[in-house]
């Protein structure tokens, strides 16, 4: 059992403690003294050796409390990495070559074993993963000012390296902000090496949105299937790596001078933004079919996105404005009565 | 894996990563140099304002060729083609075409740099036609004095302020252009990107940039340039002087077998 199973049985056990006091309260159903107390001295003694050992939230303060620690991590961890990089700018100019490099290769080394340390202290992790974002911000920072010290030509290589780093990271702790880093940084590796299929010139691959419609189809593809031991690190490739195709569809869907194909830029915007609303049928369709919420979330909200992006471009112009506002208000209805359509379909499959 | 080899596997990166990059930068610098020679604030002015005029305490000099040589004539579709792009023939209509699409994708390649050469001497003796051909016409009253004075001062600013390099060769393949321009006292061959644009029906080369364009001064070398650093605190007037202020160092400067630079020297002039 890890941390996620345990808090599942948790929230089982509080959700079967609050529908049998309904029941008992509605005299629907009523279990004996001895029953009830044995239940309860069960679920209670499980309640506490689920919270010693995998540190789960088992009320629904604590539960507030937890987020406000994931978001309190997160932030800290950002402007941590920030200072970082700001602390090494003030004063690298004034050290030698010798401990400039030394510097640059200690911090990612000295964070790596940081992290290591709060993560046998606290069984949480929310420190070790606000120190291992820290560890990847000194190892970027490490090759980027390295680069800089000695004159050395960009590689999109080094992508690859901070992605193997926090990725490497966010498996040995089941950190999901390590992993979001590690995939951004595997996207901008894989997008870039795509551009440089076609002889353009690695750093001017955001200069054509399709080199990331294939890297974000590979993350997807990554995430099919489930990893036993690592919860919801599938569902992140899979929403991640949709996120970025659809976020380059969108872009080429109404900006076609940046594709590669060399059709009319009207035609290529047309491709594209019947490929945005194909995609987001797909990816409500099989998030529906899979059970993966994430997906269908995505493909709604890009639906809508390409939706109104499109309307945007038929209207906006010529129509009053308080029209326009009112179609999209009535489109938005239509929407939900869609939606609540499949969702009344899928509660009765 | 557990979770102690996946650690352990991040600091093995780390270490590996580190020792690759600084392999390369020993390649570079011990083995054969590919160029060395002497420039000046000219060719390498001070790039940015440094710690405590700017937040970052790194210094750094931007390698700058002369601006007539950003787009040049010797660019042409044969050289293009060599550096691998794609030419049609004829090339399209531009007017059709939105001003993306009016340029290729940018490629890679290697560009000779000349140093005070022959390329710098025609661009100023133009410079000096130009000057000559406008007094004449002034003579004649088909040209202002103010038109005369400008031609002086751009002139003036040419021969004593603007960059000596000129890129006189490109190529893919800089072992090819080494052969082709083997005094490496004169010549450098830097690694930069090229686009490809279409104007009027026929294609132009454009160089957009050097691949090591900053180049890092190191803290021993950073001594020669504290008085400018001070002029830069209180303004600095030299691109506005007339008649042009002349450089204020010179640096030396070598070019690796990977044509990755690195400062040997840097003396105030």
């Known amino acids: ?70 978001l309190a991590s997160l932030f800290g961890a950002l402007a941590l990495s920030a200072a970082v990089f700001f602390f090494f700018h003030r004063f690298w100019g004034g050290l030698g070559t010798s401990l400039q490099v030394g510097v640059l290769i200690a911090a990612p080394l000295l964070a790596t074993l940081a ?21 990847f911000a000194c190892f970027v920072l490490d090759l980027s000012v390295l680069g800089r010290i000695f004159n050395i030509t960009p590689s999109q290589h080094a992508f690859l390296a901070w992605a193997a780093f926090a990725l490497l990271l966010a498996y040995a702790y089941r950190l999901r902000l390590l992993l979001v880093a590690g995939l951004t940084s595997l996207i901008a590796w894989l997008s870039a090496t795509v551009g440089t299929w076609s002889g353009l010139y690695w750093l001017s691959f955001g200069e054509r949105p399709e080199n990331m419609i294939l890297a974000g189809i590979a993350v997807f593809a990554l995430g099919w299937r489930e990893q036993p031991g690592f919860p919801r690190f599938s569902g992140i490739f899979r929403v991640y790596g949709l996120l970025t195709a659809f976020l380059a569809i969108l872009m080429l869907a109404n900006w076609g001078s940046q594709s590669y194909l060399r059709w009319s830029v009207e035609l290529i915007e047309d491709v594209y933004q019947a490929s945005g609303f194909i995609l987001a049928g797909l990816t409500i369709w099989l998030g529906i079919k899979r059970h993966w919420t994430g997906l269908v979330n995505l493909g709604v909200t890009f639906g809508v996105l390409f939706l109104y992006t ?37 509660a009765q499959s | 894996m557990t979770r102690r080899s996946l650690h352990l596997a991040a600091i093995a990166l780390v270490i590996g990563v580190n020792t690759l990059v600084l392999a390369g930068v020993g390649w570079n610098r011990l083995g054969p140099i590919d160029a060395s020679l002497v420039l000046t604030e000219r060719e390498l002015p001070l790039r940015g304002r440094a710690y405590p ?7 750094a000099l931007s390698l700058t060729v002369s601006d007539s040589s950003l787009s040049p004539e010797w660019l042409d579709d044969a050289k293009l083609r060599e550096l691998g792009f794609q030419l049609q023939d004829p090339p399209p209509n531009q007017t059709e075409l939105p001003r993306q699409r009016r340029q290729s994708l940018p490629r890679r390649g290697y560009l000779v740099l000349e140093f005070d050469g022959p390329a710098w001497q025609s661009i100023v003796e133009a410079q000096l036609e130009e000057l000559r051909q406008l007094r004449e016409k002034q003579d004649n009253g088909e040209a202002s004095a103010h038109q005369v004075k400008r031609a002086e001062r751009q002139l003036a600013r040419t021969r004593v302020y603007q960059s000596r390099l000129v ?20 010549h450098l061959v830097v690694a930069a990107e090229l686009r490809l644009r279409w104007v009027a029906d026929e294609y132009r080369g454009d160089i957009t940039r050097f691949l090591a364009q900053r180049i890092h ?46 400062i040997t020297a840097i003396t105030a002039l």
């Open chain 1, 1 to 70: 059992m890890d941390k996620t199973e345990a808090q599942a049985r948790v929230d089982r056990i509080r959700a079967f403690q609050s529908e049998l006091a309904a029941l008992q309260d509605q005299h629907v159903l009523k279990l004996p003294d001895t029953d009830r107390d044995a239940v309860q001295t069960f679920h209670d003694q499980l309640l506490r050796r689920l919270a010693a050992d995998y540190d789960v939230d088992v009320s629904q303060g604590q539960r507030q409390l937890s987020l406000g620690m994931r």
């Open chain 1, 115 to 135: 992290m290591d340390c709060a993560a046998r202290r606290e069984r949480t992790l929310y420190f070790a993963s606000l120190i291992g974002v820290v560890a």
């Open chain 1, 310 to 346: 499109k309307l945007f471009d038929w209207w906006w112009d010529w129509m009053p404005k308080y029209l326009f506002f009112l179609l999209l208000g009535l489109i938005a209805m239509l929407l939900l009565v869609i939606l609540r359509r499949l969702r009344s379909t899928g």
């Open chain 2, 53 to 59: 005029y700017g937040e970052d305490s790194g210094l």
């Open chain 2, 167 to 186: 890129a006189v060769d490109a190529g893919p393949d800089p072992k090819d252009l080494r052969q082709r321009h083997p005094d490496r006292a004169k």
């Open chain 2, 217 to 262: 001064v190191p803290r021993q070398h950073q001594a020669a340039l504290g008085p400018i650093l001070e002029q830069q605190q209180r303004g600095d007037t030299r691109l506005l002087a007339d008649p042009p202020s002349p450089p204020r160092y010179q640096v030396a400067i070598s070019f690796g077998a990977r044509h990755e630079p690195w």
